[in-house]
């Protein structure tokens, strides 16, 4: 059983269009989060919902719009796209508020043409 | 503000060769610290974890990590490469506080090549 899933697992596009990439989790986890790889590998925190409430918001360009319907998903919207949106977007989740070990999805490689 | 700093963007070893990647944290509290592993094309697998308990921390795959205090240093070794450890290998740090941010922070990643 897949832990945290993530569709589509490739998504190309065109620069202008509007994509939607969604994230589920079936490990009973309150927290939910988005992290951006870029083409040098580097990670970086998105957001971040905590049952259903966004917790971290990090300067992330206004076109991108996360949605939490309950905690076991959070689907991860993008308006106008454009080139430099090209990354592999993971999702992941975590339990807990002692030690936060976060399970990652295989992760959703988009590529804005 | 905590920041992870991985030194050596790629180390390469032989088959069989003490594997060292290494990793420096920046907090004014002792954070949580980790190391993922990411395979070609795959998602982020946990390594292992210190959470305050034992400094020497043992991970999957014959992986383990020591805590250094003094150093701000979180270490990973592994006694014998194996040609299935090439991968991307990541530091990450995460507060101790129980409520507010959650997330990880990443170092830059270091990828290790395995020779055979």
């Known amino acids: 059983d897949t832990a945290v899933s993530q569709t589509p697992k490739y998504l190309v596009t065109q620069m202008g269009n509007d994509k939607s990439i969604k994230c589920e989790q079936n490990l009973g986890h309150d927290t939910m989060y988005w992290y951006k790889q870029d083409s040098k590998k580097f990670l970086k925190i998105m957001f971040s919902y905590n049952n259903k409430e966004l917790i971290i918001n990090e300067t992330v360009p206004n076109r991108f719009s996360p949605k939490s319907p309950d905690k076991a998903h959070l689907n991860l919207h993008i308006n106008s796209l454009e080139l430099g949106d090209s990354a592999v977007y993971f999702c992941?989740?975590?339990?807990?508020?002692?030690?936060?070990?976060?399970?990652f999805g295989p992760g959703t490689r988009l590529l804005v043409l | 503000a905590q920041s992870v700093t991985q030194l050596g963007s790629h180390v390469s070893v032989s088959e069989g060769a003490l594997v060292l990647l290494r990793c420096n944290y920046s907090s004014s509290v002792p954070p949580y610290l980790f190391w993922y592993v990411q395979y070609p094309n795959q998602g982020l697998q946990l390594l292992l974890k210190?959470?305050?308990?034992?400094?020497l921390v043992k991970g999957i795959n014959g992986f383990e990590a020591e805590f250094k205090k003094s150093e701000t240093s979180f270490h990973l070794t592994k006694p014998s490469a194996h040609m299935s450890d090439a991968a991307e290998y990541f530091c990450a740090v995460s507060p101790r506080s129980g409520t507010g941010r959650r997330a990880l922070t990443f170092g830059s990643g270091t990828r290790l090549q395995v020779q055979p």
């Open positions: 992941a989740s975590s339990q807990g508020r002692v030690v936060e070990t976060q399970y």
């Open positions: 210190y959470t305050s308990a034992a400094t």
